[in-house]
């Protein structure tokens, strides 16, 4: 078994069976990082480079863990202090790259489409860390994992995804997987920040009421407001958009049952999600982002094992 | 097709195995049995049931191990992981590795690998079914065995086990 794809660009590209074959692999990763000695010596003939185009802190530093625990060799690239600043093409910069002898790449660029355009010109591959508002399939693996976990199940599971729909990869990648995985998916947020037709596009439930959302579902995903990719206002301040879309653990105590939150991280505290919810006994924030080293140690490891990536 | 034990063989060659592990160290104290995944792991479940069977009351640790992420061929065929549980220290222990076949001997140098990440056994032996000799690419020999075969390289040895097989026995395909 492996998986249908050369690159990771998205969830998009994915199958049913490349999914859970990711999850499946995950689960053994995670028994790894239990062991006195957390690394393996899987990928030790592969070179990795990270190549961020984009701040990061999470994504990069879960992604050169998962590399140095496979035993790759690992190159970091942050735009902010590179050549790239010196007016290089990003297909320049890749290709200088890969002459050392890489063969993963592992990107993230405020471009929607980036690492696909890379996969058009390079032979190495590829795995998107997150392009623009398109996608960010590690982080939807590993939220799926997390549920999963946490629930024992993904399928007929139902997930709100709350807050800034329209500008979240996040939420895109998380649609398509829970989708093809058999979950229901209901998205909230304000009407501005919910793309259109979205309902017909990827058979999700849309609503703008928050309390509706969290009646209904098994599972809420609470997301950042994406300030930095809004470029007129489309909600009238903070304080407001806490008080309409908010998660306040009044919320949470009245609804009878008990919900499994999450967070892709960073929480912006009092916005879309008050701290004692964040810090709540219901919050898996923090597993989340255990999870993601052995997501992406699947991942990685899945993808370098396919012969016609070497 | 042609069969190399019978069910009954099989299973004489089972008790015979958890008498002589019994013979080097009688109560089993510090001592440690781990299966390799995916196949070996029916051998060590009926090794430890014939163990529990002779020395009822006496406990030892039994756990799985599985060796994927320790290949030395992970770029030529990918492999998919099955479960490893190890849920105790082997730090100071007798190891005894269990597999259903030892023919090159590269699972078990990666099981030695594998292993040592668990921590430093006080010493590991290796317990097969099938020992194929004379076809080894690495300097390891097991300490317990079923029965030693001389089977050319293009010969296939099934291990066949009831619980997944239908059927207990070993063939030559």
Known sequence: ?310 | MKTILSEQQMSLSIQRLAHQMLENNPNMTNTVIIGLQPRGIYLSDRIVAALKAIIPGQSFHYGKLDITFYRDDVRKTLHIANATDIPFSIEGQSVILVDDVLYTGRTIRAALDALLDFGRPSKVSLCVLIDRRFSRELPIQPDYAGKAIDAIFTDKVKVNWKEKDEKDEVVLV
Request: charged fraction near 20%; proline fraction near 4%.
């Open chain 1, 1 to 310: 078994m492996k998986l249908s794809t050369k690159h990771l660009l998205g969830i998009k590209d994915l199958t049913k069976e490349d999914i859970q074959l990711i999850l499946t692999t995950a689960g053994q990763f995670k028994e790894v990082l239990q062991r006195p000695v957390k690394k393996v010596p899987s990928l030790r003939d592969v070179t990795i480079v990270n190549l961020f185009y984009e701040n990061s802190t999470r994504t990069r530093m879960s992604f050169e863990l998962a590399e140095r625990r496979l035993s790759a060799d690992v190159l970091n690239f942050a735009a902010s202090s590179s050549s790239a600043a010196k007016g290089e093409t990003l297909l320049d910069t890749v290709n200088n790259i890969l002459s050392m002898k890489v063969d993963l790449v592992v990107m993230r660029h405020s471009a929607s489409g980036a690492p696909h355009f890379l996969a058009k010109h390079i032979p190495a591959a590829i795995v998107n860390a997150g392009d623009g508002i398109n996608e960010h399939p590690t982080q939807a693996l590993l939220d799926a994992f997390s549920m999963q976990e946490k629930t024992g199940r993904i399928e007929g599971l139902k997930v709100a995804i709350i807050g800034d729909i329209m500008h979240s990869r996040v939420a895109l990648s998380n649609m398509y997987l829970l989708k093809k995985m058999g979950a229901e998916v209901m998205v909230v947020g304000p009407p501005t920040l919910i793309p259109k037709y979205l309902e017909q596009a990827l058979g999700v439930k849309v609503t703008y009421n928050v309390k509706e959302a969290l009646q209904w579902c098994d599972v809420a995903n609470v997301l950042r407001i994406q300030l930095e990719r809004q470029n007129q206002p489309l909600f009238s301040s903070l304080r407001e958009y806490n008080l309409a879309y908010g998660i306040k653990q009044s919320m949470l105590d009245q609804l009878g049952k008990e919900i499994v939150i999450m967070h892709p991280g960073p929480i912006n505290r009092g916005v879309e999600l008050d701290s004692d919810v964040a810090d709540g006994p219901h919050s898996i924030i923090l597993n989340q982002v255990e999870n993601g080293v052995a997501v992406r140690m699947a991942a990685l490891y899945l993808l370098a094992g396919r012969s016609d990536n070497h």
